[in-house]
């Protein structure tokens, strides 16, 4: 066994006792040991606080954001120190065989390595979450890229660590990548198809964190809460969660909601299919008996109508008047009433207009409340809606 430069100091201090040499060196390697630690949590407790009160100084309100990350970078960066006066102070202060020396040696250069490349991935996390922070980063979102950055890091660390056990040069690992590219590519397909697909999206804006989007062939059908290298995850509105692959997204085709989320309103569009036997001329006794049961100038201008107008035409009308009327439909996006192509079933006339209200429960109420009206009003103009009899022919008694 080969003395350490410690051992020497303190072998003395067993001289005379049986076996000194052997009490010298678990000494020497306990003492050695208790520095490492003791310089570890030295390190642990000396820099958090200094890089926290720095961060406090530059965003105050970010620090509690980020202390996770920075807990976990600074645990890192104290590893790599005592790696390296590990590895620095080794034959001075650890007394070993060559053979030991060397495994010892090895394993030291091997965490070096694995805690380097955990430092780098703490880094770019601390500053992907910087990044999230600023109000821009919802329209670009980086999250593929950090992941990618990782990986890199990763598979250089892990050559490294090849070259080291082999004691090889590292461009003699890369080398020999070339001969094994096809299944490289057949491992890291979705990556590298991801990677890709994450640029374009980033680029061309496609998808953002809090977007709306429907996906139908994987069943995915609301909000965006991840943008990762292999997948995007969408909550769907009954809360379940739908993994989608990350190039899915730019290969086929999805739906995006954010347009009119960003838009003065939500679309409605909806169709009364209108019995075509109870449609005739408005006669002036039918327009008395419309104008008794509502004022019809309110909704409808006497110089717009034809000398021979329909009781359907006036009911498109007073529709029409009514959504311009209403004061939760936007009247500067696109608003009429239009009559489709007659089907078996009936003529359907069709409501269209925007909801200046965007959130889905008032969307939805407020088409309830429109079609409840039109419907009630059918009467008044004396028309029918269509529908398919049933199996009872006449209301019970």
């Known amino acids: ?56 100084k530059l965003s105050p309100e970010r620090v509690t954001m980020l202390a996770p990350l920075l807990q976990k970078l600074n645990r890192r960066v104290a590893g790599i120190i005592c790696c390296v006066v590990f590895l620095a102070f080794f034959q001075n202060v650890f007394p070993s065989t060559e053979l030991v020396g060397g495994v010892v040696r090895t394993l ?86 991801g990677f890709v697909a994450s640029i374009q999206i980033a680029a061309n804006r496609l998808v953002t964190y809090g977007d709306w989007i429907q996906v139908d062939n994987y069943g995915a059908d609301g909000e965006v809460i991840d943008l990762g290298l292999n997948t995007v995850k969408v909550r769907n509105w009954d809360n379940t969660i739908t993994t989608i692959p990350t190039y899915m997204l730019v290969a086929g085709s999805f739906k995006n909601w954010r347009g009119m989320q960003e ?50 035409g006036l009911f498109r009308r007073y529709a029409e008047g009514y959504l311009k009327q209403h004061e939760r439909i936007n009247n500067e996006l696109t608003l009429m009433v239009r009559e489709m192509q007659p089907l078996n079933h009936g003529l359907p006339i069709e409501f269209y207009c925007f ?43």
């Open 1 to 56: 066994m080969n003395e350490s430069q410690l051992q020497t100091l303190i072998e003395p201090w067993f001289e005379g006792m049986d076996q000194a040499s052997l009490f010298s060196a678990i000494t020497a390697t306990g003492l050695g040991m208790l520095a490492i630690l003791l310089l570890y949590f030295f390190l642990r407790s000396l820099m958090l606080p200094g890089v926290q009160s720095l961060a406090a």
């Open 108 to 193: 030291a250069q091997m965490a070096l390595i694995v805690y380097g490349g955990f430092i780098v991935s703490s880094v770019v996390s601390v500053g992907g979450a910087i990044y999230n922070q600023f109000e821009f980063a919802r329209e670009v979102p980086i999250q593929g890229l950090i992941q990618l950055v990782k990986l890199v890091t990763f598979i250089i660390c892990a050559i490294l660590i090849f070259s080291l056990l082999l004691e090889k040069s590292p461009t003699y690992i890369i080398s020999g990548f070339g001969a094994i590219a096809a299944v490289t590519m057949l491992v890291f397909k979705d990556t590298i198809l």
């Open 263 to 312: 838009s003065g309103g939500r679309r409605i569009k909806r169709s009364l299919n209108i019995d075509m036997n109870s449609i005739r001329l408005a006669d002036e006794a039918l327009q008395q008996r419309i104008s008794d049961s509502i004022n019809i100038d309110d909704y409808v201008k006497a110089s717009n109508l034809p000398e021979q107008v329909t009781n359907l």
């Open 355 to 397: 909801s200046a209200d965007k959130r889905w429960i008032s969307y939805e109420h407020l088409q309830a409340e429109i079609m409840d009206h039109l419907l009630a009003m059918l009467p008044v103009f004396e028309l029918r809606p269509y529908q398919s009899i049933t199996g009872q022919m006449s209301s019970p008694n």
